[in-house]
Structure formats: C-alpha cells, structure tokens
C-alpha cells in the first residue's frame, strides 16, 4: 500500500520551489550566411525571389544569387558608383531589375546595366520601402519633401508620372513613416504630440484616421496593414475601424523598426530591429526567439514559406518557426530524461542532480520537495527514470531505481512501496478503467482508482524477467507490454499471449508504443512497426529504418516520431484512407537541431504543444506552424560540358549553340536543385532520351556523365525529390545534338557499301579461280581464320573497357587525386600489356586470365565508387599454368558485375570466382548476388550481351577444329521467398595442352 504523507509529515516537510532566476525562453532554430559562406557582403538591404526559385540579396557591394548551397556574386562596374540597392524585381521576360534611391539597372551577361531613373519628375527624397509592384503594369510610390506627399503611378515602361498631391506643411520627422500597399498609400505624422494617419486611396482622395487611439504605422509587408497604438498593441487597420490583436513587449517601438509577417493560420512574425529579436505571436501563448539580427532592414517570405531576414551581419533564414528549442544557457538541458506535464506547467526529469525541474509562465524552477516519509525518515531518489507520465487524475507519476513508483500529491508526494525490488521503468495511464500500469523489477504493477497494487509476476508476463519499457492498449481493450526484445499481450485479466512467429519477428522488442484508432505503432531498434487487426507490417522509409525511441500522437492526423537520426512525422489520415505514407522529416538540417530523441521524451502540453526531450536540449513544436514541405525542389541546368583531348571539361554555357561536333560524344551536364527549406538532402533522378533505358536511380550526384555517345539528338530530362520525397512534377528539359563526321553520314555509307560490293565481287572471281590450288593449304587457312576470328574478339571487347577505364582515370585527375590516378593507370597499363601479349594467341594460362580479372575487377570498382566487393578462390592442388581460352573468365565476370551487381540499390554488391576440378573437367564458377537475369534485362547496359554471343562462337571453333567442348550454364538464384538474389554461370572444360 502506499505511504501517504502524514500530518506530522506536512509539518516537518518543507515544500519549496528554488527560483532558477532565469526567463526562460524559445529559440527559433535558424540558418546564418555571411561571407563565409560566399555572401557578396554582409549589409544586407534587400530581398528578393525570382520565377525561377532564385533568391536575390541586395548589399552594399553588390548583389548575390542563392540557390539554396551557392551565391552567385555580382560586383558593380568600375564605371558605376557604388550604390545601395532598395528593391529587387522581375520584369515579364523574366529579366531581373535592381533599384537605387532613384535609379533602374538591369543584369545583362553578369553585368549591371544602367536603364533610366525611376522616374522623370525630380523630388527631394525617397523611402526606400514605399515601392510597390504590380507585376507587369505599374509599381507605386510615395515621395516625402519640404511641404507635400506626393503618391505617385509610374508606368514601368515609358517612366511617365501620375500624383496626388497632400500639403502637409511639415517635415516627416524621425517619428513619421510611409508605407504602401497596392493602391493605398499609409502616411504617419507626427506634430504636437498630435499624432495622424492618413490614408490616401486610389490615388485621387485622402481620409484621415478618426481613431480614439492613437496609432503608430508601421512597415506594413501584407495586404492587411497594421499599426502599433500606445499600449504596444498591434492593431489591424480596416478602413477607420481598428482592431486589437496582439500587445508587444514593453520596449519603445519606433514605426520604422517593426515588420510583421502574417501566417496562413493566423499567427505573426513580429521582427522589433531595436530589441534584435524575433518575436512569433499566437492567439493564446507567444514564441520568444532569440535570432540575433543587427540593424535588420529586410525580410521576406519565399515560396517555400522560409523566413529570410536581411540585417548589418548577414543574411538568417528561419525555415521551420513552429519549431523552437529551449535557450541553450538555461542550465542541465544536456540530461533531460523525461517530460510530464501537469495543467499549465511542465516537470523537467533529469537522470542527474537537480533532478526535477518546473517550467511555468517563463520561468524554470528547481523542484526539491520530492521527499516521502519512510520508517527510516525522509527517502529521496537518487535518479529518476525516462518512464514517467500522468494518472487518469492527471497528477504527475515519476519512476525511479531506488524508490519506485512517485506521485504529486496537492499536498506533497506518495511512494508506493511494494518490497525490495525497487527498480520502475514505465508507467501507463488508463483513463478508462482508471487504473495506472507500471512496469518493475518485481513485474507488472496495477493500481487501481483507491490506490491498491497487485503485480503480475515478470515470469508470467515473460520468462527472463526483462523490463517492461512501454504499454499501450489497443481498440480492442487488449494491453500489449513490451521490452526491448520481447513483446506480448495482456487482456486486462488473466490472459497473456504473445504474437506467432509467422507475424513477430524473432526478438520483436518495443522500445516505445503509441496507440491510435485503429492499431498500435510500435518503435523499436529495428525501426517503426504498426500492428492492427492481428497483422504486424514494417513500415519502410530511408528516415525510419534505425533506432525508433518515441512516439507521440497528436490529435487524430500526426504522429511525431523520434530516432536516433531526427524527428520524422506521419500523416494518420494519409496513412488510414488512402493507403499512403506521407512522412515530413526534420534533422538540423531543416529546423530541429537535437541530437537524439530520448525515450519515449515526446508528451504534448495543455494547449496541444508537442515537447520534445533530446540528449542535448528540449524542444516545443506547435504543429500551427509546423512546415510540411510538399514543394518539390525547381531544377536548374548549370552547365553541359565535353571532355577535351587534355582530359579536361569544356563548359559549354547555357544558351550557347548546343550543336556539338562529332568528337565531343564524351559529355557531362550539371544541374541544382533549389530547395531553401533542405537543400543537403535534394536527390534526382535523369534520363537521356536517345540513349537510356530508363531513367536513373535516385541519387544525390548534382552531374551525369555519358561517355561515347553516337551521333544524334538528345533530350536530357531531370527530375529532383526533396527531403520528404516529393517529385518534381515536370523535368527539366536540356536538348542537344552530337553531328556526325563525315565518314559518319549515310551517303558516305552508301559509297562504302558500293566499295565493298566490288572488292567481293572481285575477291569472289579471284578465289574461284584459285580454289584448286589451295586444297591442300585448307587446314592452315582454316587456323588463320580462328586466329582472325580471335583477333576479332578483342577489336570488339578490349577498346570499349579501356576507353571507359580512360575516362574513370580522367576523372580522378580533374580531382586532382594523383595518386589514385596512378594507382588505376598502372592497373590499365598492365591490362593492355596482357592484351597486346595475348593478342595473337587463343590460350593463355589460368594464371594469366585471373591476373587480367583481377586488374579489371580492381578499374571497375574505381569506376563505379567502390559499390561491390569480389573474391577468387583456386584450391592449392589446382595448378595455376593449365592454359585456357582467353577472355573467358572476364567475359562473364563483366557480365555479372553490369548486369546484376551494378543495378544493385539497397545493398552492397559481391562477386565471386571459384575454380575446382570435376573428373578431369576444369570448372570455372561465377556467381553474383545482384538482381537477376529477369530485371537485369530492364537495367541493361553496355555490351557485354555481345561478348558472351563471341564466347558461344569460340567454344564452337574450339569444338569444330580441335575437338574440345567447352560448356557453360546459368543459374538463378533465389530466396525463400522466390526473390532473386543473384545469379550463377558455371563453366566446364577439359584441359588443355
């Protein structure tokens, strides 16, 4: 039964909260560019993003285009003055115009090209941010002098003015600020301590705000403008109507130093430039995040919804807001274990001192009432475990090693006591039945509504007497307990069962378990699991094939998963009516920075937030601004490039004349992907219509390299996949064409085949005539046609393979890697050396052939990024000089290597050579544990099909003229389950002299 604290407890007990003194508040997690990552400058002063994904920051110095991993830099010309650009546009061609105070430049073959003033009509000054654009039209301004507020319609073409005219009859002092937006011009005066906003409307009427309150403007970068009143309020200004939104800190707020950015679903980003932090506001509760931007003087939202902030250091990108993370020196975030909340705050675990901690209102507290009455006197844990939660009266529950099973009380703490065996992993709450489940030492422990404890004992649950680590309990009322390696089921009474091997895997463990409305997610070390209706099926994602340690479901539509590798995220109603799986991952490089997810340190709060425990810091998700990023990266080519005799890529820019000449058949075409939001982790996938079979497994490579094309026209197409596996919907389309030489054409075809007709015809007479003579030659002539065919042989096999292997050698030494370089070209040399040793020869010694295999097998893997590995076995009673046909083992080790190894995806290729001796018969064996001959043939490449057509020829000759047969045979090979995992060639042959 449980201790409960006494009266003569609560009189010596001294409950008390130690104040940690700190605010504690959320970072948002964001990205800094500056020089050092190849910004032109670090001031920058505006923003911009083109049709074709690009993003435009405007410096002091010049301008830069980012695609996501590069800037592109542009300086000013010697002969233009170094200016400050204030706004960014694109005109309908597509062609990308910058502004000055004054002034329109254009880029035209990377070069600043001064156009004409922005306008005919001189005035005393400008506001850089009053300039407005509608697209294709017109843009709007509002120009301040001495006396008057001129708003003017520029027509973008002929520069020609239209204005109105407001006497104000005062300067706009350091207090005033303009602001437009579409066809209304926002005007804040200040006079007197009299302070007026007047709205001039379509160019031709003003009305003059009669707000009871005084308001401030401020840069207004939405449709919906705002303004700041007195109290810090931001107010929504419609027409003379205002509206409360939101208070702002208690900071002075000047109308030129506050850009608000309005969310779809209702939230602002509130970017204060003299506090130099971002503020991220809601209708019940407020972000506080510290972005650190100097003097920021420009922000802007992409198409992917990234948050871009321009200030006096660089350039910070925001791309996931709905994530925050703890500030990092609030002190011991470094061991949170486990989460639990209780109404409006949060118990903080730590497996090390201060073991418990208070978040509430801000603030972080250190917890040290967690004290109960034993016989012995007051008892303290001496660490606190991951399993802790809530009962069905939503109080807190802790586990402990050394004491067990803890309880918040209104008035203090409970430990249920239930022997020696003190050690708790993990509780389960059940509203339901009100009744609190925990896993122990001692087994499973039940208490009930009035606090009474029975326990099933841990050799009933599972013999071993392992931990039980996570319970939940499925639609069907049925509790399923799991360790890390076993997992059964409870019926709530007297029956436990475990899943038949046919279903659960040998050692199925669940590290953590997360019901939903139709089954069970189960992680574990192999990954994510989800049992429902009896059935178990593996989930398979690239981000969800490791250590799963949490899971989280949040309402009916997300569940929040936690790895070793990131945070992962599940779409339920994807994933329950349509069959799919819509997964959006997070990792540090798009927005969650922690290390590893903690077990089972995913809880949601009071107000739906998602918190999350990692090895090194504590994160809150609100899923209201949580980024699922569905937008498929916009590809860009960036060059296509020939290799020239020097062994060097020739660019051949984009726009050029894409004709290229016969002896440019070697080329390589490098594209980008632009995605803001993850651009490590864009992967593509490319075809060459011409020329490849079909298009090319996913991969991360942003160049394909095609070597000896033929002659003809070619249509390159690309598509990219970003990190949550959206495709482009439309590839990136490059066309080029590789004319023919002369002797390439078909005319010249034409001539050769006349040729050729007349020899024939006069070879043929010539023969006839001597055929009588030359009966008696018919055997040496019949071996110096072997020989012919043999020469043959390797005019069709040896140029293709060393060709290929030049090219691979080439590549290294563009990398300026000599070494390998040399490496693989004495590797080369020693193959043709063979060959050209070989080359008038039919035989050469065993010896000799798996030296030429092993050269060639050693290229391959240089070529092809070490994707396979390979052995040869020769017993030592088989002696290495017995003579055999040449080329025969490397024609089908090149068989099995591009047919079956290379079009590998998921695993890692191997490829095996076995020799032995079968009754006098010399076996040569090939095996492989690639695809198989069925979908080699969708993959297939090269012509190593041809070569072995030329090995059925030879063994033929051999049979025909000196009596040998020489077979061979294949065999696929399969798993249990009829999957192909390879294939095997089995030669035989009798020795020979």
């Known amino acids: 039964m449980p201790n409960s604290i006494t009266l003569r407890g609560l009189l010596i007990l001294v409950l008390y909260y130690v104040c940690s003194g700190i605010a504690f508040s959320q970072e948002m997690i964001y990205r800094h560019y500056t020089t050092d990552n190849g910004l032109q400058q670090n001031q920058v002063t505006c923003l911009f993003q083109d049709s074709r994904g690009f993003l435009w920051a405007g ?17 000013y010309n010697k002969e233009m003055p170094a200016v400050s650009f204030i706004k960014i546009f694109e005109d309908d061609k597509g062609d990308i115009g910058f502004i000055s105070q004054r002034l329109v430049y254009q880029l035209v073959n990377d070069t600043f090209r001064y156009i004409r003033p922005l306008w005919k009509t001189k005035f005393s000054s400008i506001y850089a941010d009053n300039i407005y654009f509608e697209k294709g039209k017109s843009f709007y301004a509002s120009v301040l002098d001495t006396e008057n507020l001129y708003a003017i319609w520029v027509d973008r073409k002929t520069g020609d003015t239209v204005h109105f005219v407001y006497k104000h009859n005062q300067m706009l002092n350091d207090d005033g600020y303009i602001s437009v937006v579409h066809d209304k011009v926002y005007v804040y005066l200040s006079k007197s301590n009299k302070d007026t906003i007047i709205i001039i409307n379509k160019i031709d009427k003003k009305i003059e705000s009669t707000s009871k309150r005084s308001l401030k403007i401020g840069r207004i970068l939405s449709e919906k403008p705002f303004a700041i009143d007195y109290d810090n309020y931001v107010c929504r200004l419609n027409g003379k109507k205002v509206q409360r939104l939101f208070q702002l800190p208690d900071v002075e707020i000047r109308p030129n130093q506050i850009e608000i950015n309005e969310f779809e679903n209702g939230g602002f980003l509130v970017n204060l430039y003299n506090s130099q932090a971002i503020f991220l506001y809601t209708h019940d509760f407020q972000f506080k995040g510290k972005v650190i931007v100097e003097a920021a003087s420009c922000s802007f939202r992409d198409s992917q919804r990234n948050i871009w902030i321009g200030g006096e250091n660089g350039l910070y990108c925001i791309n996931n ?38 978040y509430q209102d801000g603030q972080c507290y250190e917890d040290r009432s967690y004290k109960v009455f034993g016989e012995d006197g007051i008892i303290r844990p001496s660490t606190l475990y991951m399993g802790g939660t809530t009962d069905w009266k939503k109080r807190p529950v802790f586990t402990s090693p050394d004491i067990g099973i803890l309880r918040k009380e209104k008035n203090g703490w409970t430990k249920f006591d239930y022997g020696d065996n003190y050690d708790a992993m993990f509780v389960f709450n059940d509203s339901v039945n009100r009744r609190t489940l925990a896993g122990t030492a001692k087994g499973l422990m039940i208490v009930d509504e009035k606090d009474n404890v029975r326990f099933i004992d841990p050799e009933v649950v599972h013999p071993g007497k392992r931990r039980i680590v996570s319970i939940a309990k499925d639609f069907s009322g049925n509790y399923m307990l799991g360790a890390f390696s076993f997992l059964r089921f409870w019926d709530g009474k007297d029956k436990i069962w475990s899943l038949p091997d046919s279903v659960s895997p040998k050692n199925m463990g669940a590290n953590t378990m997360c019901a939903d409305k139709r089954g069970v997610w189960i992680g574990n070390n192999q990954g994510l699991y989800y049992f429902s209706e009896g059935k178990l099926q593996k989930i398979h994602h690239p981000h969800l094939d490791d250590f799963v340690t949490a899971l989280h479901k949040s309402g009916d539509s997300l569940l929040f998963i936690g790895s070793i590798k990131g945070l992962s995220v599940i779409n339920l109603k994807t994933f329950h009516t349509k069959n799919g799986l ?3 991952f997070y990792d540090r490089w798009n927005g969650f920075t922690g290390r590893e997810v903690q077990q089972n340190g995913i809880v949601s709060d009071s107000k739906g937030r998602i918190w999350i425990a990692t090895n090194d810091n504590v994160f809150i998700v609100d899923t209201r601004f949580l980024r699922f990023n569905k937008t498929p990266p916009k590809v860009f080519l960036q060059s296509l490039s020939w290799l020239g005799n020097d062994m060097q890529w020739v660019v051949t820019h984009e726009g050029d004349n894409l004709n290229l000449k016969y002896h440019q058949r070697n080329i390589r075409l490098d594209y980008q992907g632009i995605n803001f939001s993850s651009p490590e982790r864009i992967t593509y996938s490319y075809f060459l219509d011409g020329y490849d079979k079909g298009w090319s497994i996913l991969t991360s490579e942003t160049h394909a390299v095609y070597t000896n094309l033929p002659p003809g026209k070619y249509q390159f197409k690309v598509i990219s996949c970003n990190e949550n596996g959206f495709n482009s919907e439309q590839a990136l389309l490059t066309e080029f064409e590789i004319l023919p030489a002369i ?3 078909w005319w010249f075809y034409g001539l050769i085949v006349l040729l050729i007709a007349g020899v024939s015809v006069a070879l043929t007479t010539f023969i006839n005539k001597r055929r009588k003579k030359i009966k008696d030659r018919e055997l040496q002539i019949n071996l110096k046609m072997i020989d012919l065919q043999l020469r043959s042989i390797r005019s069709q096999m040896d140029p293709h393979f060393t060709f290929n292997a030049i090219n691979s050698i080439g590549a290294a030494i563009m990398k300026n890697d000599k070494n390998m370089a040399l490496k693989y070209l004495q590797s080369l040399s020693k193959l043709i050396r063979s060959t050209l040793e070989h080359s008038n020869k039919m035989t050469r010694s065993l010896d000799q052939e798996i030296e030429f295999v092993k050269h060639y097998l050693e290229l391959e893997k240089f070529r092809f990024g070490d994707r396979f590995d390979y052995t040869i076995h020769i017993p030592p009673d088989i002696s290495t000089d017995l003579k055999v046909p040449k080329m025969i083992l490397q024609t089908y080790v090149e068989n099995s290597l591009k047919h079956g190894i290379l079009p590998l995806i998921d695993k890692r290729g191997k490829l095996s050579v076995n ?9 040569l064996s090939v095996e492989d544990n690639g695809v198989g001959r069925e979908a080699a043939a969708e993959y297939s490449i090269g012509n190593t099909k041809r070569g072995l057509k030329i090995m059925d020829q030879y063994f033929e000759m051999f049979k025909e003229r000196l009596g040998i047969e020489i077979t061979s045979q294949f065999f696929d090979l399969y798993d249990a389950k009829g999957q192909a995992i390879g294939t095997r060639v089995l030669i035989k042959m009798p020795f020979i002299e």
């Open 59 to 75: 410096t002091k110095a010049g301008i830069s285009r980012f695609d996501g991993k590069t800037f592109k830099n542009y300086r």
């Open 321 to 358: 807001p709905g994530i925050q993370r703890i500030e990092q020196s609030i002190p011991y975030l470094s061991g949170v274990w486990n989460l639990v909340p209780e109404g409006n705050i949060m118990w903080i675990v730590n497996y090390t001192p201060p073991l418990l901690r208070v």
């Open 915 to 923: 020799i032995s001796m079968d009754h006098l018969l010399l076996n």
């Open 743 to 745: 002797w390439q054409r």
């Open 582 to 584: 819509e997964i959006y």
